[in-house]
């Protein structure tokens, strides 16, 4: 794949609006010219790679300085991983992210639980720098917790599992941790995607994300002009696949909406993060590690939130289990988002999908 699309399309400036496959209410407009490119850049923050802080709540040896502990792993004396509670619940420690269009404040109010996951003992360790075995067992604390939170719960409707990382994506204590909200309510963009993917079931009676899957792995398409029936365009589809491991792919959607965003989904159809087996999180470890060593590689200090979108537990319509597919949404925040994105919630991706793809696939990995 490392010779050079001869496809002209590549080196003209793309300009067009991008339909969300999966939500069709969504869509992007993916402008690549120079004049484009009205956005700030986000400054690359310097990154805190100490390996201990003595003043630092996440730091081992300061065990004291958090809320009580709800789980570690592999277990209490030795921990890589801790769970404890927000300390400032309500996203008390990290700034609004603007992804959070719903009312998320209002909404853990009434009931909900915030906590925080220390993701490392390490203070300053990058997600690609942490081993594949560590991220396996990483992914397997927030499917436990998941699983607890709403085995004890029945009101809880939806348990958040994000990551903020970096000070540009709202991650303001530097020692590396993610967080989990559990709430009462559907978050509006996961409740539009199972929608949405439950409208293409019952029309189709397959998964759209299965669908998109088949398509990424599909060597070539060829679009043909309607009326002439010449060939218009010619589309290379695996030119979306980032990372393919036994059980997951890394994607780069067709209509990002940030210029790095990446998704990452198991190969083989699941409704539910909770449902992933050891086998399945190792592999999530090891296409987790090289997707963001490709992003390290190429944008240098990536800051970036994750958020897991899972099929929520109380969904009842019938073929929801068919029809969703849960996936970890990656978006590195490599610019500031103008008022127009904001205002208009049309996001600008100025970096066309493609490329992005190209130049990720192109970072040469060391062997695992
Ligand atoms: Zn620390
Ligand atoms: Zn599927
Ligand atoms: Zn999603």
């Known amino acids: 794949m490392a010779e050079q699309d001869p496809n002209p399309e590549q080196e003209r400036p ?58 570690a792993y592999p277990d209490h004396e030795h921990w890589e991983i801790r769970i ?45 720098e942490m081993s594949v075995d560590h991220l396996a067992m990483l992914f397997g604390a927030y499917r436990e917790r998941m699983a607890q939170l709403y085995d004890a719960d029945d009101r809880l409707r939806y348990v958040l599992v994000f990551k903020n990382f970096g000070p540009a994506a709202g991650g303001s204590i530097p020692h590396t941790h993610s967080q989990i909200i559990a709430m009462p309510v559907v978050p509006d963009n996961v409740q539009a995607e199972v929608e949405a993917s439950h409208r293409h ?38 030119q979306y696949v980032i990372e393919r491991g036994e059980r997951f792919i890394a994607i780069k959607p067709f209509a990002s909406r940030y210029e790095w965003e990446v998704h990452i989904l198991p190969l083989r159809h699941q409704a539910d993060f909770r449902a992933a087996t050891a086998e399945d999180l190792a592999d999530l470890g090891r296409v987790l590690k090289r997707t963001m060593s490709r992003l390290e590689a190429v944008l240098g200090g990536v800051q970036y939130n994750y958020f897991l979108h899972s099929l ?28 127009f994105e904001l205002g208009a919630g049309l996001f600008v991706n100025t970096i066309s999908p493609e490329e992005a793809a190209e130049r990720l696939r192109a970072v040469e990995l060391d062997e695992d």
């Open 201 to 238: 079931y019952e029309k189709h009676h397959s998964c759209i994300f299965c669908a998109l899957i088949d398509e990424a792995l599909t060597f070539e398409a060829t679009i043909y002009d309607r009326e002439s029936g010449e060939i218009r365009r010619k589309l290379d589809v695996g």
């Open 14 to 71: 793309v300009r067009e609006i991008r339909i969300n496959p999966i939500v069709p209410s969504q869509s992007v407009l993916v402008a690549t010219a120079r004049g484009m490119r009205p956005k700030q850049a986000e400054q690359a923050a310097p990154r805190d790679t100490r390996v201990r802080v003595d003043t630092c709540p996440f730091c081992p040896g300061n065990e004291h300085m958090t809320p009580p502990e709800i789980a």
């Open 312 to 339: 929520p537990p109380h969904e009842e319509a019938p073929g929801s289990q068919e029809s969703f597919h849960w996936h970890l949404e990656i978006c590195p925040r490599t610019s500031i988002p103008t008022g």
């Open 84 to 128: 404890v509670e927000n300390l400032y619940p309500v996203l008390g420690d990290d700034r609004q992210n603007p992804s959070f269009s719903f009312g998320l404040q209002q909404t853990i109010d009434g009931y909900g639980r915030h906590e925080v996951i220390i993701d490392h003992n390490h203070h300053g360790i990058s997600l690609h």
